[in-house]
């Protein structure tokens, strides 16, 4: 009967709460921005130079682009500018690479090709003639909503001014003050568990590759301990795996971190 087909056709239609609409709507909005998002990313490759998207990235050989292929480059007076912009696939000159120095799990140091570190002086100009890392030579990355800025120790973000130089003098990040660090470090895919590298593999292995990190290859022959590994298993199941490997090594006199 009629009524029977309109009872049916209410019963199957799908209940719809206040502000549902709008939810999936906004849903789809959400998975198209990250969709553009990730797409954008796959594209942000120079060479091998990819963006950093956390302070985790930020490693090894670092260029800090501050417009379309313009990175901030070193001069030998010890300041910086805006380097020309570079086309297409033109990686980052040398002038224009530094290496990143991790010093807590939020500030950096940076040092130059000339072997000082980048800092800022009592204007906020940032300039690059310091040996040492002190308070001024420190930035912390700023992540947010898939942008970055630095910010220098005087708690303002660094920026190109109309004359090229790179100065630290706004207290708030807008535009002037987004920018990208690549890095060239070959990206890591992420391990499940948080074993430092050299604790993988067999105890043998590990002792292996932990002699490896600290040996000074003099005679670019690696010094092994001929004791039991035996005790290497135990050491690992009391948990104190790496001082009997420190003590193994300190036993081989092989290196000059020891002791």
């Known amino acids: ?3 029977m087909a309109e009872y049916a056709r209410v019963k199957s239609t799908k209940l719809v709460l206040k502000g549902m609409k709008s939810q999936s709507k906004k849903k789809h909005k959400e998975k198209k921005r990250k969709r553009e998002v990730e797409e954008e990313d796959k594209l942000d490759i120079v060479g091998n ?46 002038p224009e690479q530094f290496t990143a120095i991790k010093l807590s799990d ?60 790179i100065v630290a003098q706004s207290k708030t990040a807008g535009a002037e003050e987004m920018l990208k660090i690549r890095s060239c470090a070959e990206r890591e895919m992420k391990k499940k568990d948080d074993i430092p590298d050299e604790d993988r593999g067999n105890v043998k292995q590990c002792e292996i ?44 006199k092989a290196d000059r971190y020891c002791k």
């Open 1 to 3: 009967s009629a009524a």
């Open 106 to 165: 939020s500030r950096i140091a940076l040092k130059s090709g000339y072997g000082k570190y980048l800092g800022i002086n009592s204007d906020g100009l940032v300039i690059g003639r310091s040996d040492a890392i002190g308070s001024r030579e420190q930035w912390e990355p700023v992540f947010q909503e898939g942008k970055m800025a630095l910010l220098a120790s005087n708690s303002c973000f660094i920026r190109y001014n109309e004359e090229g130089d």
């Open 49 to 94: 130079w990819w963006v950093v998207k956390n302070f985790g990235d930020i490693t090894g050989t670092v260029a800090i682009e501050m417009d379309k292929g313009a990175y901030i480059h070193a001069l030998d007076t010890g300041l910086f500018t805006l380097g020309a912009p570079h086309k297409g696939d033109e990686v980052p000159a040398p």
């Open 209 to 252: 590759n932990y002699v490896k990190k600290f040996q000074s290859f003099q005679d670019h022959k690696q010094k092994i301990s001929k004791e039991d590994e035996k005790e290497l298993k135990k050491a690992r199941k009391d948990g104190s795996f790496h001082e009997t490997l420190l003590d193994r090594r300190s036993k081989l």
